[in-house]
């Protein structure tokens, strides 16, 4: 199993520029979610999916989309990339919602 | 909405010597308290979590403790170790809310 795998690592943007993060996990996991990772701030929840076609927003949802149409991949969207999307992101899964969060590696973008 | 506090923000401890990180939450509806721990550069894992119908988890070095009443739970980390050097976050969650609200992270650094 290749658990939760995202990609890309790291990205540039310039402001107003619009990219997606891909998100892909193989253990059948129903929930899944994207968290934002920023100095001294934890991680904070920007969207999460119980199942495919279901998603409902986090604490921080405002400048991102996300989409659920199977089990396995969980895209982030940024619509209009701003100084303040710069961040490190993880996505996770998880059997249930309230157990055991497996995470991707991360993605550091940067947007100038 | 909940709210989660975490202290202290770093804390350095003797090899060998306990730690003890502490927070605190807001939402008495909540029920589940995961604690995780990353590396630098790496992705969180989970090290330990309870539930709220139990007051104290056990595994090897590690123990979590939580009061209901005062609405606290703490990581215990006994015989510290030079790789318990990491960020440790709490968090915590209910049931009927699938968002997992976050502590700001203690860094804990062992000393040699």
């Known amino acids: 199993n290749a658990g939760v795998t995202q990609t890309p690592k790291f990205q540039v943007l310039k402001t107003g520029q619009s990219m997606t993060l891909q998100c892909a996990q193989d253990m059948n996991h129903e929930y899944m979610s994207w968290y934002r990772q920023d100095p001294g701030m934890g991680l904070r929840l920007i969207h999460y999916?119980?199942?495919?076609?279901?998603?409902d927003q986090g604490e921080v949802p405002n400048g991102y989309n996300v989409s659920r149409s199977t089990t396995e991949d969980f895209p982030l969207r940024l619509l209009s990339a701003a100084p303040s999307q710069t961040s490190v992101y993880f996505c996770?899964?998880?059997?249930?919602?309230?157990?055991?969060?497996?995470f991707g590696e991360g993605s550091r973008l940067t947007v100038l | 909405g909940e709210n989660v506090e975490q202290h202290p923000s770093t804390l350095s401890v003797q090899e060998g010597d306990s730690a003890v990180i502490k927070c605190t939450y807001s939402d008495s509806a909540s029920n589940y308290f995961p604690w995780y721990k990353q590396e630098l550069g790496k992705r969180p894992q989970l090290i330990i979590d309870?539930?709220?119908n139990v007051g104290e988890k056990k595994d090897q070095r590690i123990a979590v403790t939580l009061n209901k009443t005062a609405k606290h739970f703490s990581l215990h980390i006994t015989e510290t170790q030079p790789e318990d050097s990491a960020v440790y976050f709490c968090?915590?969650?209910?049931?009927?809310?699938?968002?997992?609200?976050w502590g700001a992270g203690t860094k804990l650094i062992i000393k040699p």
């Open positions: 309870i539930r709220s």
């Open positions: 996770a899964s998880s059997p249930q919602p309230t157990g055991e969060l497996f």
């Open positions: 999916s119980v199942g495919a076609g279901i998603t």
């Open positions: 968090a915590a969650s209910g049931d009927s809310n699938y968002q997992l609200i």
